[in-house]
């Protein structure tokens, strides 16, 4: 009876064993419902076979139950349940089991291991290995195996080498697991010629072992050893051939991606798989193949080859790169795509941004069921570098009410549409923001910071920004406070800093150059100006770009020198822009020099036939010259073209409401009391001294009239609405979309005077602070 008993448990044993194979937890169960009907005795084998079983089939549950009663356990027993626990990522409950054991073993201490490295814990994968030689167990083969792989994915060659070290006194790294687990250690660690030295002393060399070395050539652009290599290789598989054709993807070398792919569909037996399509069909994206791109995309189709992940985000990608926005959507529509990556999304969304359509992007984002930080950054960016900033807005608190947390790109993002709106209220709720998620050490966040604070009119807590992330400025941070300061008319502040920059060893680029040049140009300082544009180009080798040059003609042109900024034009090597060509002829305005202003603007109409301020400025020039009549036939011509002439307007932002006014604005629902204010405002400021510039209204009509005008200039009705709504004492920051007229910048002065507030006023150039009576840009802009 026992015998039977014996060959009955041995039954069950191998019936369980069996079993494994196809992981139904239902069998598993009538098994072991079987088994305690038989009566048969279950000893310690059984039990540790069912335990293993439950756990394998994804009981484990029912399989600490039953470990928790065995009466006897042996070293298997406590080895399953913990590896068990441990392959399942609950490394927790598996080092509590470990470390109840009466004696580890090697395999007890090996599938510690494993689970750390399953999990990521490489450094305590490293750990058990270092506790267990000191426990004096001796790891195994596979031991060590573990061990490397957490070496290769930390890339930490110096542990690489003891450990390798310690298989050489062991005697195993002739093994061939040992032997390809050290060849993938030294090569995904950067040693290439340990690696080399490695796979040269290999006496048996698996498929794996050449394929990384293959893998390595690739990463490391050793193009000719790997085709070498590959050459070599008798017995190939879609490793290898994916190894060839996503390195030359990576590296550029599309053409020979595709080349590769070409010959291994020459294979019989070999199917390309998702790694192969995602990387040939990004090759033909960079191609901008789109021919290629549908051959491939046919073969896809005619393979039934499944489009839910990889290969259907690079498919949606490919074409989205290619223009192909409606073939992409189809495909996401048709497969009922609802996991793109990042990738397809954002290549999807580019392709809807450059068609200006963002609608169809919005949709798609709504449609994702996993949307991760990334995505809702993509999208918010797209709103923003297409212009849709309230849009970037909306969809920001939306992130914040139901999304992730926002990371320092999306906050970089945001503090860019605040700088865009030159919203500071708003872009101080961003800046708490990156407080409270830790995000103000990111490099992109304070160099937004900085050109938000400086964007609206905070120049005092840019500076404060700047001063604060002293060890992470890079080459932006200093550019962007340079500009600023400049920009702020602090230009003495901003060279002393660029010279600070360079004391530091901090390699200045174009946009710091245009930033330094703009800062001598907003203080008349001509002779500063040449030198930092020589200095650019012989101590830092940088070729002058059409920024820099319509920097010297308004570097010249402000301070009068007009045939300088001219010659300046003349002698560019390259074709000058409608920004060099509008400097001058805004600066032959100022200085009321009509050939110049004419030949100017002659230039500027050929590039842009259309621009309404060539037309504007040139019979500006006629008129405050006093030629009426050509300034009139000037006028005529826009008329007779259809050219619109840029409306000049102003806002201001209270309570976080944007008002918007217009010269002669008569829209507005407080209307009356504005221009009422503006009146008697008007008397004030002349009873200190003020004088209209009637001069600035280049029409031939009565003073009285040209004065009515210039009272009602949109910046001065926004200064006036601004002081009927704010707190006495508080800054008002004022937005105009063109350059603020002699009228209003002397008007604003005395306002500043009278009502005893800082007025500041962003105009198209350049930031004006006025302050009792007198502006930053001393009167020179």
């Known amino acids: 009876m026992a015998t039977f008993r014996h060959q009955l448990s041995d039954h069950y044993v191998s019936l369980i064993q069996t079993t ?24 310690v084998i059984l039990m540790n076979n069912l335990i293993n079983m439950h756990a394998k089939t994804g009981l484990l549950v029912d399989a600490r139950q039953l470990f928790d009663e065995m009466p006897v356990r042996n070293a298997s027993s406590w080895n399953t349940i913990i590896s068990a626990y441990a392959k399942q990522g609950r490394i927790d409950y598996a080092r509590q089991l470990f470390e109840q054991m009466p004696e580890p073993d090697s395999v007890s201490w090996t599938a510690m291991m494993v689970g750390y490295n399953q999990m990521g814990c490489f450094e305590k994968t490293i750990r058990m290995l270092v506790d267990m030689i000191y426990s004096k167990v001796m790891p195994t083969q596979y031991t060590f195996t573990i061990a490397l792989a957490s070496c290769a994915a930390m890339k930490s060659l110096e542990i690489g080498k003891k450990i390798h070290s310690c298989i050489v006194k062991v005697g195993i790294g002739s093994y061939p697991s040992v032997a390809n687990s050290l060849l993938n250690m030294y090569a995904k660690s950067g040693d290439l010629l340990t690696a080399e030295s490695v796979f040269d002393g290999m006496k048996l060399k698996s498929l794996s072992s050449w394929n990384t070395m293959l893998s390595m050539h690739m990463q490391y652009k050793r193009f000719d050893l790997a085709l070498a290599q590959f050459e070599q290789m ?20 599309d053409n020979k991606a595709l080349d590769m792919f070409s010959n291994m569909l020459k294979d019989p037996v070999l199917k390309p798989d998702k790694y192969t399509l995602a990387s040939v069909l990004s090759a033909c994206a960079n191609l901008n193949d789109s021919n290629a791109g549908k051959q491939i995309h046919g073969h896809i189709v005619r393979t039934q080859f499944d489009l839910s992940g990889a290969v259907g985000n690079a498919l949606i990608s490919m074409y989205s790169k290619l223009g192909c926005v409606k073939i992409a959507q189809k495909i996401v529509q048709q497969n009922q795509i609802s996991n793109l ?8 969304l580019d392709g809807y941004i450059k068609q200006g359509d963002m609608n169809p992007a919005r949709q798609i984002f709504d449609s994702l069921k996993n949307r991760d930080v990334v995505v809702w950054t993509a999208m918010i960016v797209g709103y923003m570098q297409n212009g849709f900033n309230n ?7 939306s992130m914040i009410k139901e999304g992730p947390e926002p990371n320092s790109y999306t906050l970089a993002a945001m503090l860019s549409v605040s700088s865009s709106l030159a919203s500071l209220e708003h872009g101080k709720q961003i800046h708490a923001r990156a407080l409270k998620s830790e995000s103000i050490p990111s490099v992109s966040v304070s160099n937004a910071l900085i050109n938000m604070y400086a964007k609206s009119g905070n120049i005092d807590n840019a500076k404060r920004v700047f001063d604060i992330i002293s060890c992470l400025k890079d080459t932006v941070t200093w550019t962007s406070m340079v500009m600023s300061l400049a920009q702020h008319g602090h230009g003495k502040e901003s060279l002393k800093l660029f010279e600070k920059m360079l ?26 100006g040449v030198g930092y544009f020589k200095l650019m180009q012989e ?4 070729e002058p770009t059409l920024s820099h040059y319509a920097c010297m003609v308004d570097l010249y042109g402000r301070a009068g020198k007009l045939q300088e900024a001219y010659d300046v034009i003349q002698n560019m090597p390259i074709e000058p822009d409608v920004i060099a060509w509008g400097s001058l002829l805004a600066s032959s305005f100022v200085h009321k020099n009509m050939d110049l202003a004419k030949i100017a603007a002659e230039k500027l109409l050929l590039i842009e036939p259309d621009n309404s301020g060539a037309y504007s400025a040139l019979a500006n020039v006629y008129s405050a010259c006093g030629n009426w009549e050509d300034a009139a036939e000037i006028r005529k011509s826009m008329k007779v073209k259809q050219v619109k002439k840029d409306q000049g307007f102003s806002w201001v932002q209270i309570r976080n409401q944007v008002h918007v006014f217009g010269a002669e604005d008569s829209v507005h629902p407080e209307r009356d009391e504005i221009y009422q204010n503006m009146a008697e405002l008007w008397k004030e400021i002349k009873k200190l001294g003020f004088v209209p510039k009637t001069e600035a209204v280049l029409h031939d009509l009565d003073e009285e009239v040209k004065e009515q005008i210039l009272m009602h200039h ?9 002081l009927m709504k704010t707190p006495k004492n508080s800054t008002l920051r004022i937005m105009k979309n063109l350059r603020v007229c002699k009228d209003c910048h002397s008007a604003i002065k005395f306002i500043s005077k009278l009502v005893g507030r800082e007025i500041i006023v962003r105009d198209a150039t350049r930031f004006h602070h006025f302050k009792d009576g007198a502006c930053s840009c001393r009167d020179y802009w």
């Open 539 to 542: 101590k830092h080798g940088i």
């Open 20 to 43: 494994l194979v196809n992981k139904d937890p239902c069998v598993g169960k009538t098994i072991h419902a079987r088994i305690i009907k038989s009566g048969v005795h279950v000893g």
């Open 714 to 722: 949109s910046e001065k009705l926004a200064i006036v609405f601004a």
């Open 234 to 253: 008798t017995d190939r598989d879609i490793v290898t051939w994916n190894s060839m054709i996503s390195g030359y993807n990576q590296h550029g070398f």
């Open 391 to 397: 849009e970037a807005i909306s969809l920001f608190r």
């Open 503 to 528: 004391s530091f060893d901090i390699k200045p680029d174009h946009i710091t150059y245009v930033g330094v040049i703009s800062a001598c140009t907003h203080m008349g300082l001509v002779k500063e």
């Open 341 to 348: 990556n990042i990738i397809a999304f954002t290549s999807l």
